[in-house]
Structures are given as C-alpha cells and as structure tokens.
C-alpha cells in the first residue's frame, strides 16, 4: 500500500509519460507479442509507488477492453505496462486487438487510491467513488466514472454491480461487501 494518504496527484505532463508507457505497451505486444522492459531508474518516484489502475481502451468511442489490478505488488507504471497488455489481450469480452485497430484505440488510464469499506449505499459518493463489491467467491468493481456515464444514483451504481459485473444473486446485494476507491482518469 502506498503512504500518501490521498494526497497522491499527477501532473499534466506525468499523466502524458504514463499514457506513452501504456500506447508504447500495447503496440509491442499487439505487434511483437512483446512486453516493453524499462529501466526503473529512469521512472519518476511517484510511478514507483505500488497503486492500483485500470487502462481502457476505446475504438471509434465503443469499449474495446478494460482490465485493472487493485492492490499491485509491483510499481504503478509496471501495473501500466501489464494492463495495457490484458485490455489489448485478455479481456474476455472481446477479441484481442489486431494491428490494424491501433490507429483507432484510444486509451485512458485510471489511478486507483487504495479502496475502503463502507457501511452503507448512502456512503457511496456519485461521480467521485468507484465501487467494488463482494459477496463469497463473486466480485466485481465499476470506475467512478460509470455512474456518471451510466446517469444511476447510488443505488442503481451499486446494483448493477453487484448483479451485472459480479454476478451476485439481486437477493443477495444487500449482505455484499462494499468498497469505495477514488481514480485519477486521464
């Protein structure tokens, strides 16, 4: 876990060198079967941070893949790396990116802050928390911006993830374990 205590930021100019990690990422292995290597002592102090994030990746404005990783055991801009690879790859729901869509993809990023229990729906903030809930075997998350997307109150935000995303019985919602988490979307 990082130490930052929500006070982790990124500059203009830091969200644009990690959206040149992820394009660079997802170019090589969708044309080389490769993954990037870069030296850590080249990357910024605040990209060797241990932070959870997600990379989408749209074609023409349509969802193309979407994969994130909560808690890494590696740094933000390696977790970059590897997600921009699984969304390009290994997102279930679709077919692996082919060199040809690579013009279209655009890619956005997600910096999660460390995600916290919640007692109740009501502590569910709309348009600031992403949500990530838990019921047995069954989870499932949606990004902040779902719910803006998406125009739910809390209630819808937290019930579609629970039944939609993590397939849990509707009867069951309400024993589900919730967390909320704040991203930083670029």
Partial sequence: MNENNGDFFLTDEEKKAL????KLALYEAVLHDKKIKIDPSTMPKKFQEHLGAFVTLHEDGKLRGCIGRFEPDQPLYDVIIDMAVSASRYDNRFSPVTPNELDNIDIEISVLTPRRKVNSIEDVVVGKHGIYVKYGSRNGTYLPQVATDMKWNAQEFVRSCCVEKAGIPPEHCKDAM???????VF
């Fill in 178 to 184: 919730l967390y909320v988490y704040e991203a930083i």
């Fill in 19 to 22: 959206k040149e990690i992820a």
